[in-house]
């Protein structure tokens, strides 16, 4: 019996930033723009593994949970490399290894204010099959779902109807090409969740709503899920049972690079939910592993082991959640 079972992509990343001077002045209007023809020298380069399946079934295992991977890859070098970090990571993989087929690939350019921009190649990730997972052999307590594609969208809401009908609790954490889709097309997925963990415009994507009412947004996608986790950037976060509004209020923190940060968030928090926190104690360990993620580059390096986030969620300088009713 697993404690979770994560459902996603996996990917190569490739990180580079360059100071190339014709790069810079149409970075600063929010653009990354590269010249035709040309060849730019590249500064840095950092290369890890991604993927919203991988990424947060390494920090639950990391957080001492079992923890099993359901996905699709390749039989490429790239596929190998991932299915071999997993192992040292103690995941256990579920999914399908197909023959002749690749695994995704982003190149991440990382941006001069620390932001980034993602040219994500999917490969198999999309084209994860029913027949390819065998659902009565996934015994586990929660299955935790990130963003899936294709057919793998396709499989994604069987396997979520199938949590339903046994009763195994659900997390979804959507991306904002998913969250576009809106709450017709998210409802057999949102219908069986017992969590739900997004960010604000993913949110409104959702809810069919352009506000800034945080408490709207709550309310509304609350009426379907027992429990809505909402990020809002450098505002902090905010949390809804039905009943209390837990705001999270959070200062400046170091920013080298934001990828993974929203898995490392979303795993966290459920983390604490599995290991009987409450809620507040699961948003604060939510948060020390995405502070952590976000202060170094790589969705999956600087994830916390219990021991290493225990430590950082005693720190007062972390955050501060308040609560009220709503």
């Not at 103690?90 to 999914?95: A, E, I």
């Not at 009412?213 to 905010?238: C, E, M, S, W």
């Not at 409450?278 to 082991?305: C, F, N, P, Q």
Request: with cysteine.
């Amino acid at each position: 019996m697993f404690d979770v079972i994560t459902v996603g992509s996996a990917s190569v990343d490739a990180f580079i930033s360059s100071k190339s001077k014709s790069i810079e002045l149409l970075r600063k209007k929010h653009e990354i723009c590269l010249p035709i023809g040309s060849k730019i020298l590249v500064d840095y380069l950092h290369m890890d593994t991604g993927g919203g399946g991988t990424n947060c079934a390494v920090a639950f295992a990391r957080l001492g949970l079992k923890t099993g991977w359901v996905g699709k890859i390749g039989d490429d070098e790239n596929s190998k490399h991932i299915l071999n970090q997993m192992k040292k990571e103690k995941v256990k993989f579920l999914g399908k290894i197909k023959k002749g087929g690749s695994t995704g690939f982003s190149v991440i350019i990382i941006g001069l204010e620390k932001d980034r921009t993602i040219l994500a190649y999917k490969g198999i990730n999309d084209k994860l099959k029913i027949s390819d997972i065998s659902l009565n052999k996934l015994k586990t307590k929660w299955f935790y779902m990130g963003s899936l594609l294709g057919e793998s969208f396709k499989t994604a809401e069987k396997i979520a109807q199938y949590a339903k009908k046994k009763k195994i609790k659900l997390a979804f954490n959507p991306s904002p090409y998913v969250a576009r889709m809106g709450f017709k097309k998210l409802k057999k997925i949102i219908s069986a969740c017992n969590l739900l963990v997004l960010n604000k415009e993913e949110a409104q994507d959702i809810a069919h709503r352009k506000t800034n009412n945080i408490d709207f947004l709550l309310k509304k996608l609350q009426k379907h899920v027992p429990l809505v986790v909402i990020t809002d950037g450098k505002r902090g976060a905010y949390a809804y049972n039905g009943i209390d509004k837990y705001t999270m209020h959070v200062g400046k923190q170091k920013i080298i690079e934001a990828t993974g940060t929203g898995d490392s968030f979303a795993s966290g928090v459920l983390a604490g939910i599995i290991l009987g926190y409450d809620i507040e104690k699961a948003m604060r360990l939510g948060y020390a592993d995405g502070v952590s993620v976000l202060s170094h580059i790589g969705a999956k390096e600087k994830l916390l082991t219990r021991p290493q986030a225990l430590k950082a969620m005693k720190s007062k300088k972390l955050c501060r959640i308040s609560r009220k009713k709503l």
